[in-house]
């Protein structure tokens, strides 16, 4: 029978799925480093807090307190299409670990096309505006200064509520991606146990023939 995606189709998808791979895989170790940041940030805000009121000088601020927050955001943020890729999700798999290959390959598939792609896409839109207004966007169409912390001497607002679009551009291309691997499965030409590592699936060996 005639198909619409040939083998050739799917090695060229598996490709866009590997560059996507790579880039949630570095993201996912910036995240680790954010992590660590988040906690040095974090030390040197209680400890220069305390110290300071024993020597008499200020020695924590606003900005650095929110740069805590903003590390602790970032890694999430940079987290979320590397858990994906790697399939660390919660799932509820009572049902889901005792299925066929295939079966839960679909479910996988029509679960990220019907539904995590579009809520990636919805959320990049409901926060488009609100992110251009921080960035100083009026009603009249014109631009005025960005958004700042309410807080005295605190961080602007603009550069981490734009990371938030961001972080769901790069879910959402994720996201396609884990779909491309899931129809991979299912036309058989890569087993689901390499649905997390297809970056070590090379694209230019061999598929099935149609």
């Given amino acids: 029978m005639p198909t619409l995606i040939k083998s050739s189709h799917i090695r060229v998808l598996l490709k866009l799925a590997q560059a996507i791979n790579t880039v949630s895989d570095k993201l996912g170790q910036l995240s680790q ?5 988040t906690i040095a940030v974090g030390f040197y805000n209680v400890t220069g807090r305390y110290f300071g009121r024993f020597i008499g000088l200020k020695l924590s601020s606003n900005a650095l307190i ?33 299925w066929s290959e295939k079966r839960r390959a ?20 409901v ?26 001497h605190g961080l602007p607002r603009a550069p981490i509520k734009t990371m938030l679009v961001v972080a769901f551009v790069w879910l959402l291309a994720q996201a396609i991606a884990q779909a491309v691997k899931c129809l991979a499965v299912l036309k058989g030409y890569l087993p689901l146990s390499q649905i997390s590592q297809a970056d070590d699936q090379s694209p230019d060996h061999p598929l099935p023939l149609e």
């Fill in 106 to 125: 679909l479910v996988d598939f029509l679960g990220t096309v019907f539904l995590l792609i579009p809520f990636c896409v919805l959320a990049i839109w």
């Fill in 127 to 152: 926060s488009l505006n609100p992110v251009l207004q921080s960035w100083g966007l009026l009603p009249d169409g014109t631009w005025g200064s960005w958004e700042m912390s309410s807080d005295a």
């Fill in 33 to 37: 480093w954010m992590v660590l940041l």
């Fill in 66 to 98: 929110e740069l805590q927050w903003y590390l602790f955001s970032l890694t999430f943020f940079f987290g979320f299409p590397y858990i994906l890729k790697q399939a660390a999700n919660v799932r509820v798999d009572f049902l889901y670990a005792n």
